[in-house]
């Protein structure tokens, strides 16, 4: 057993507040968010259960996933109609510059701050 799989074995609690195991050591009727969306639920306002960690690549760190109980998860809602069109403005603010005004047909990148051409007028650029 490794120096950092020791660190992660906590199930009682006692030293990071909540119970925590190894990466794919949790027990069974816990998941992510996303292992609960992939079966069509969400946390539904129930506290954290407990959490799963495990060590960054090149030590920088660890990456810690939160677990909730999959008996207490909740249907995820359905989408309404008025869902729907906010999530399209939304998408469609983010595609459009800023600068000419267009939609670029992707997301504008925010380290650019306007589509691509824009950024590089002087760039030749496929049509």
């Not at 030293?15 to 069509?40: K, N």
């Not at 810690?64 to 989408?79: D, G, H, S």
């Amino acid at each position: 057993m490794s120096p950092a799989f020791g660190k992660c074995w906590d199930p009682s609690g006692t030293r990071w507040g909540v119970p925590t195991y190894p990466w794919r050591y949790a027990p069974s009727g816990l998941a992510t968010r996303r292992q609960l969306r992939a079966r069509g639920l969400r946390p539904g306002g129930q506290p954290v259960a407990a959490q799963v960690m495990r060590q960054c690549r090149y030590g920088s760190g660890v990456a810690v996933a939160y677990l909730y109980e999959i008996k207490r998860a909740k249907p995820v809602r359905p989408m309404t109609a008025g869902r729907r069109a906010a999530l399209a403005a939304a998408m469609r603010a983010r595609r459009t510059c800023p600068q000419c005004r267009q939609d670029a047909g992707y997301c504008i990148p925010r380290s650019l701050g306007t589509c691509v051409p824009c950024a590089y007028p002087d760039a030749p650029h496929a049509a």
